[in-house]
């Protein structure tokens, strides 16, 4: 697509479940990121994908946080024991290079609020 | 750890003047400082970026500069539109890697 993709655009959750946030990125473009923005803040690190595999996940607040890109283009975001904590922005960034040096493309994220 | 100040409070100004928006941060310097715009309900759109290196750097009505001894970025808007109007992001790459650092962004609010 022409933009990177995210879906659902708003989840509501009930704590204690588990959920799943997807990020289509920009196709051909091998460097994924994760962020989450809390309201009046900004994004904040939380794992980067180069490829298939995770180059960085330090910014995963706990192991109740895990991402996967098993081909190398689509990300899934997954959440467990979902908590109100958690209610957030999840957004996702794409870019061609790695170093982000021709800055991120980010997508319009993925309204989680944990009830 | 790196902390990033960016005006909290709105700056709010006439249709055609100079928005100039401020980015402070501690510790050192890093390789890249990025801006981003993002609009309510929408993600962070990249603006510009400028190396440790660069002094400043331009994008039709954009300037941004970069002084490593003051441990600041200045974001300039000029003559400013409506259209303007957005919370505006500074962003550190401290490595020249992957990982941004955010600061919490300025809301600029552009008046007819």
């Known amino acids: 697509g022409a933009g990177v993709s995210q879906t659902p655009s708003n989840k509501v959750t009930e704590k204690g479940k588990y959920v799943e946030l997807r990020c289509d990125p920009i196709?051909?473009?091998?460097?994924l990121y994760w962020y989450r923005q809390s309201l009046g803040q900004g994004p904040e690190f939380l794992i980067y994908?180069?490829?298939?595999?995770?180059?960085?996940d330090s910014g995963l607040p706990n192991d109740r946080f895990f991402a996967v890109r098993p081909e190398g283009s689509v990300s899934t975001l997954k959440i467990q024991r979902t908590e109100r904590g958690d209610s957030a922005v999840y957004l996702c960034?794409?870019?061609?290079?790695?170093?982000?040096?021709?800055?991120?493309?980010f997508g319009s994220g993925t309204r989680l609020t944990v009830v | 750890s790196q902390k990033i100040e960016q005006n909290s409070e709105a700056l709010n100004i006439q249709e055609g003047k100079t928005a100039t928006l401020t980015c402070n941060y501690t510790?050192?310097?890093?390789?890249?400082l990025q801006w981003y715009r993002q609009d309510p309900g929408r993600g962070p759109v990249f603006l510009l970026l400028?190396?440790?290196?660069?002094k400043e750097k331009r994008k039709e009505r954009l300037k941004v500069t970069f002084d490593t001894t003051l441990k600041q970025s200045l974001f300039h808007i000029t003559a400013s539109q409506p259209a303007d109007s957005a919370t505006y992001l500074c962003?550190?790459?401290?490595?020249?890697?992957?990982?941004?650092?955010f600061g919490s962004g300025t809301r600029l609010l552009v008046r007819p």
């Open positions: 960034a794409s870019s061609s290079l790695g170093q982000g040096i021709g800055g991120y493309t």
């Open positions: 196709s051909g473009h091998t460097a």
């Open positions: 994908f180069q490829g298939t595999g995770a180059a960085d």
């Open positions: 510790n050192y310097s890093p390789a890249y």
């Open positions: 400028i190396r440790e290196n660069e």
């Open positions: 962003a550190l790459d401290m490595d020249s890697s992957y990982k941004l650092i």
